[in-house]
């Protein structure tokens, strides 16, 4: 299946935990990088549970994909 098949999760339901994980993703991603859970955990003050509780719960609602160097963005409708 294609990810543009893939509903992406509503951004309003996020927390503003999930949402601040997410915009580290992002301006990680912006710069065509991928989020390492380390450089994630050392932007982001939080115990490490909970990062990947916020990384595991983006990545199902398809804001973020996993790979093997790290996280990036998922589908988005918005310009780089």
Not at 11 to 31: C, G, M, N, P, R
Not at 33 to 41: L, M, R, V
Not at 60 to 69: Q, R, V, Y
């Amino acid at each position: 299946m294609d990810e543009r098949d893939v509903p992406r999760g509503d951004v309003q339901e996020l927390s503003d935990f999930e949402l601040a994980v997410y915009e580290t993703v992002a301006e990680i991603d912006k710069e065509r990088g991928a989020a390492d859970f380390e450089t994630i955990g050392a932007l982001v003050d939080a115990p490490e549970e909970d990062l990947w509780a916020a990384l595991g719960h983006l990545v199902s609602i398809n804001h973020l994909h996993s790979t093997s160097k790290g996280y990036v963005l998922g589908p988005h409708d918005w310009a780089p």
